[in-house]
């Protein structure tokens, strides 16, 4: 079992710039696929971006060019670079890993998530 603690979110103006991250423990970090989804008011959840073991990367269509994850697998943790960042980037964002090897877009994949973190962007 993996336990997943993200961290970074805050409120920030449009077109500005957060740094979401995700510390596991637990079993082994880089067996793990990793994914960021995020959940708006009223809205349901959906896929943000995906990191495979071996470093391919998968987004959204709607942060494609602003958004990056990365990991490190020294440090048990992936990472959501935010640029750009508009006022429908609103939500809160989860932590996400498996072991299932699939598309990485779909939250049924994952088996872990974390509590998520509050992103807030002002207009």
């Known amino acids: 079992q993996v336990q997943l603690v993200e961290s970074g979110g805050g409120l920030v103006q449009a077109g500005g710039s957060l740094r979401l991250s995700c510390a596991a423990s637990?079993?082994?970090?880089?067996?793990?696929?990793m994914g960021w989804f995020r959940q708006a008011p009223e809205k349901e959840r959906e896929f943000v971006a995906a990191i495979s073991r071996g470093g391919v990367t998968a987004y959204a269509d709607s942060v494609k060019g602003r958004f990056t994850i990365s990991r490190d697998n020294a440090k048990s943790s992936v990472y959501l670079q935010m640029n750009s960042l508009k006022p429908e980037d609103t939500a809160v964002y989860y932590c996400?890993?498996?072991?299932?090897?699939?598309?990485?877009?779909?939250?049924?994949?994952?088996?872990?998530w974390g509590q998520g973190t509050q992103v807030t962007v002002s207009s």
């Open positions: 996400a890993a498996t072991l299932n090897v699939g598309s990485g877009r779909s939250q049924d994949e994952y088996e872990y």
């Open positions: 637990g079993r082994t970090f880089s067996s793990y696929i």
